[in-house]
Structure formats: C-alpha cells, structure tokens
Nanobody, 117 residues
Framework: QVQLVESGGDLVQPGGSLRLSCAAS????????MGWYREAPGKQRELVAT???????NYADSVKGRFTISRDTAKNTVYLQMSSLKPEDTGVYFC???????????WGQGTQVTVSS
C-alpha cells in the first residue's frame, strides 16, 4: 500500500515562490504516474502537473512556464516548484499516484497554498 504525505504549503504573496514535496512511504514502480492536483472550495479538483517514472511531464495551461514538477526516484519523492504565484493558484494541493492497469490510485491528505497580499 502506497501512502503519500505532502508538505510545503504556506501563505505567500503574489509573485512569490513555493516548493511542495510529496513523500511516498512505499516504492513507486514504473507503472505509476505521479501528479499534483489542486482544489478550491466548492470547485472540482483539477490537474496541475504529472510526471512519469521516466521523467515525461505534462502541465495545465494555466501553470506552464511557472510551475515545474520533478521526481527523485531514489527518495520516492515528487516535488512541485511554483514561481510567479497568482491569487488564482490558491487551493489545497494534493499529491497523486496513479496506475492504469491494474487501475490503482492513491491520494495524499493535501497541503494548503494561499496566495494573497
């Protein structure tokens, strides 16, 4: 069973930077894609970025050029470096591990990111 724990959420001013970390308690195989999602109150959870075991990345259009996802396989940890933060980036950020076949998905508890003056 994979368990994910996020950290690094904070209150930050617009234009600032923040780095989120997601530590997995178990080894993540090459079949899993890691990702970051975010959720604002009353809204659907949305994808922010994903990264495969081999390092292939995908980003939501709203964060391209500002956010960078990375993965340290030796430490079973995924990171999200966020720069040029905007108020609309505010939300609870969740770490996710997903396997297509057999389908399996794991979620962390989330970490709050608030961008405000």
């Amino acid at each position: 069973q994979v368990q994910l724990v996020e950290s690094g959420g904070d209150l930050v001013q617009p234009g600032g930077s923040l780095r989120l970390s997601c530590a997995a308690s178990g080894s993540i195989s090459s079949s899993y894609v890691m990702g970051w999602y975010r959720e604002a109150p009353g809204k659907q959870r949305e994808l922010v970025a994903t990264i495969s075991y081999g390092g292939t990345t995908n980003y939501a259009d709203s964060v391209k050029g500002r956010f960078t996802i990375s993965r340290d396989t030796a430490k079973n940890t995924v990171y999200l470096q966020m720069s040029s933060l905007k108020p609309e980036d505010t939300g609870v950020y969740f770490c996710n591990a997903r396997r297509v076949f057999p389908f399996t998905t794991f979620w962390g508890q989330g970490t709050q990111v608030t961008v405000s003056s």
